[in-house]
């Protein structure tokens, strides 16, 4: 296995034109073999100039429902560290240099230390899933992301049994991240969220390294970002620069901004009213006033089948 450690050369000693092509290729080489395992080819509208194709059956990893284009997807965002509007991170998100990117492994694992992005993937399969991302804003997507299982990572780092938690924190950068740097900002940096250790480990969270058959844009969370599709788009953390394995469970952001708001599970619950609006329904983007495209939201997003067990006997009214 192929794992940079500690005393490995730094990331910034490479070239970084030779680290950018190998990360490509090596993100490039996973999706072409993924597209060539899972024939017959299905062409899926509204993907664009995509550079893979592979097959979309349905079920738990995929949906048929219609995916929202590439434009919508990479024009409306929330990535609060290039500021609070959904169009600043389409705006602002390319002063993010995102190689060389390394993360570092902490807290309760047998193997900590720093990675570098590239040797990460190097022992990975990265597949194409196609999941929804629901906002707790109430808009809604559909998105073909290039990624794989939380799990296959953590598995690696060997978690000890005081791993209850998994921590999650994005690149602190002021200089490329203009929200950083506002007097206005709400949000202490760095952002953080945080997973209990099982759903980290459910074979639906995946770290995700792309979407639309290429890598990610910066404005949705290059190089590297968790997705877990059954909670609110928060807890889908971009730009991830640290990990660490906790016995407590993490304070989170979001929780920092409004506790009442923004619970821990962030589970999607069209039951329980978010403090200041329903969450009984979704605008599916791309919408707009003649066209709103509101749909109603699904518990746990669509995936009750696949993580509901989770949950057993919890109060989803308490634990939001
Ligand atoms: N670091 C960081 N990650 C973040 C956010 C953020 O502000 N900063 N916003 C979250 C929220 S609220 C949502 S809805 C999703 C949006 O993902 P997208 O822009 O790729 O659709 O990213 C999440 N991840
Ligand atoms: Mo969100």
Request: charged residues 25%; glycine residues 6%.
């Amino acid at each position: 296995m192929l794992i940079g450690k500690k005393n490995d050369i730094l990331s910034s000693e490479i070239t970084p034109e030779a680290v950018y092509l190998n990360r490509r290729q090596l993100i490039k080489g996973a999706a072409a073999m993924a597209a060539y395992a899972a024939l017959p080819v299905s062409a899926q509208a509204g993907r664009g100039d995509m550079l893979f194709k592979v097959a979309v059956p349905d079920g738990a990893y995929y949906t048929s429902e219609p995916q929202t284009p590439f434009d919508d997807a990479t024009s409306y965002n929330n990535f609060y560290e290039f500021g609070t509007a959904k169009t600043d991170p389409a705006k602002y998100a390319h002063a993010l240099t995102s190689d060389p990117w390394s993360i570092e492994v902490g807290g309760a694992v047998a193997k900590p230390g720093v990675y570098h992005l590239e040797d990460l993937l190097k022992g990975v399969d990265i597949e194409e899933r196609i999941y929804r991302l629901r906002c707790v804003e109430a808009w809604s997507m559909v998105i073909p992301w290039l990624g794989f299982p939380l799990s296959a990572l953590i598995k690696r780092f060997e978690p000890t049994s005081k791993a209850k938690y998994i921590e999650f924190t994005t690149l602190y950068r002021p200089e490329e991240m203009r929200g950083q740097r506002s007097a206005f900002s709400t949000i202490r940096w760095p952002y953080v969220e945080g997973l209990r250790m099982d759903e980290a480990m459910h074979p639906l969270t995946i770290m995700s390294v792309g979407m639309y058959g290429r890598e990610l844009p910066n404005q949705n969370g290059a190089p590297i970002r968790l997705v877990v599709p059954w909670k609110y788009g928060f807890k889908s953390i971009k730009s991830i620069v640290k990990v660490r394995f906790t016995e407590r469970k993490p304070k989170t952001s979001w929780e920092g901004i409004a506790p009442e708001e923004y619970g821990f599970y962030a589970n999607v619950n069209p039951e329980v009213d978010h403090p200041r609006w329903s969450q009984r329904f979704e605008r599916r983007l791309p919408n707009s006033l003649l066209k709103p495209n509101r749909i109603k939201t699904q518990m746990f997003n669509g995936y009750e089948d696949q993580v509901a067990g989770l949950y057993k006997g919890m109060n989803l009214r308490r634990n939001y």
